[in-house]
């Protein structure tokens, strides 16, 4: 059997403390010990409790926009509605009314993403397995497909970032401030809502949603507006922006916070193996990974180069006409339109990775592993990318094999929250399927 020099003080399953007793126990020896060590040294000191994400129903201790409290009515109203296929209202195909939702392209069954390398809307077909059978309908033509330039990021953690996307364009507060000259077409930025608030307002034109007064009281969620926005005159009440900061008010909740590495942080010191917690050893030192992933949501506000390939490159992915995709793929800089700042993404929460099967802002890798390498390796995909811009933890991190193999374990099986099902709703108000109400799909989920 392979061994490393700190095996022989691992803790074993009979030392495990009860916490729900004592609290997050101060004796931990071996592996577990060598690991809050590394927390301490990357936290300032702070230690586990730097990376604990909250319970989801803890609203005071979960980071919201101060415009728009989180409150049960509000996430009960956002939870049906993000999955709510009724939503479809707007479709360029008429045959595609009502087939598709927010959750067709972020789904439990994904980690919250679509399971696909491109996210497919309106003029998608099927589901199965776990939406990577999502294919385009032949009744839609191609430049109406409702298909995205960029792999469509999770919303796990979302309530850990002031600004959206992957260029970060969504957000009027906190590290957008000083971009207000790129926001001529997202007049919300001006409104100071964050970026979640913000993205669920302009997503609702962009993807073809339609929520309004007549599909409140179609329906019924009249009601369960009523008691989200008691505040609000009737007559503004059932309104696409109030079902949008319902939306974004669920977003907030779902946290992956069940996942083994959130038990470990907790005290659980048998919810890891041997080889995740070395493997956790390395994500915060060699590995360097904590400069970029850290927090509760193994994510900082920032935004980096590492020269992964981009849609354009692939004779597996489409670039529709029409999308200004030298700005795409020049990420904040096509935003911002600074030359620092081309080519660098916001960093992605690492939560439920393994589940979407697709990574990098293009999705040009499709195992966890490959991505480790690539970054060990230092060998950019991209050669559009100016050597000044790439990242300084790109290809200086000189791992070798086996702490690659033991990060992967760690970043799959302990960053992974295995029940992320309760975060979805038994039934939406209209009775239809979802996440996708296409005859495919209500094939493929059982909904016939």
Excluded at 287 to 298: D, F, N, Q, R
Excluded at 422 to 438: E, I
Aim: hydrophobic fraction near 35%; include cysteine; aromatic fraction near 10%.
């Amino acid at each position: 059997m392979s061994c490393e020099k700190d095996d022989y003080v691992a803790i074993e399953s009979n030392d495990i403390i009860d916490i729900s007793k004592t609290g997050p126990p101060s004796g931990a020896i071996g592996l577990d010990k060598q690991v809050l060590d590394a927390l301490d040294s990357v936290s300032n000191g702070v230690g586990a409790s730097f990376f604990m994400l909250p319970e989801s129903n803890d609203y005071p201790n979960i980071p919201q926009d101060p415009l728009n409290p989180i409150t049960d009515a509000k996430v009960t109203l956002g939870k049906l509605l993000f999955h709510e296929t009724a939503t479809g209202g707007n479709p360029k195909v008429s045959a595609n009314l009502e087939t598709y939702s927010c959750a067709s392209c972020h789904h439990a069954a994904a980690g919250f993403g679509a399971g696909l390398r491109q996210g497919l809307g309106e003029g998608g077909a099927g589901f199965s397995p776990n939406g990577s059978g999502r294919i385009i309908n032949s009744i839609t033509p191609l430049n109406l497909v409702d298909i995205q330039p960029l792999k469509s990021p999770t919303i796990l953690n979302s309530a850990y970032q002031d600004i959206m996307l992957w260029n970060g364009q969504f957000g009027g507060t906190g590290t957008n401030a000083g971009t207000e000259a790129s926001w001529t077409n997202i007049p919300e930025n001006f409104t100071g809502l964050q970026g979640v608030e913000v993205q669920a307002i302009k997503g609702q034109n962009v993807h073809r949603l339609l929520i309004n007064e007549n599909f409140v009281i179609t329906f019924d969620y009249k009601e369960m507006f009523d008691n989200a926005f008691p505040n609000v005159l009737e007559s503004e009440r059932y309104s696409a922006n109030n079902a949008a900061l319902a939306i974004a008010a669920y977003e907030r909740t779902v946290l992956p916070n069940l996942s083994p590495w959130q038990r470990w942080l907790k005290g659980d010191y048998n919810a890891l193996s041997k080889e995740e917690k070395r493997g956790a050893k390395v994500f915060f030192g060699k590995g360097k990974c904590y400069e970029c992933h850290t927090g509760p949501a193994l994510n900082d506000k920032k935004f980096y180069a590492f020269g992964m390939g981009d849609f354009d490159n692939s004779s597996q992915a489409i670039v529709l006409a029409g999308v200004n995709f030298d700005d795409v793929k020049k990420g904040r800089g096509g935003f911002t339109k600074k030359t620092k700042d081309e080519y660098k993404f916001k960093t992605p929460t690492l939560y439920n990775l393994v589940d979407n099967g697709f990574f990098g802002h293009g999705g040009t890798f499709t195992s966890v592993r490959d991505v480790i390498e690539y970054k060990s390796n230092g060998v950019p995909q991209s050669n559009e990318v100016p050597i000044e811009n790439l990242a300084i933890q790109f290809g200086n991190i000189n791992l070798s094999n086996k702490q690659m193999d033991n990060l992967t374990l760690f970043i799959e099986n302990g960053l992974r929250d295995p029940n992320l099902d309760r975060y979805v709703p038994a039934a939406v108000n209209s009775g239809f399927c979802f996440p996708n109400n296409d005859p495919t799909s209500k094939v493929d989920l059982g909904c016939n």
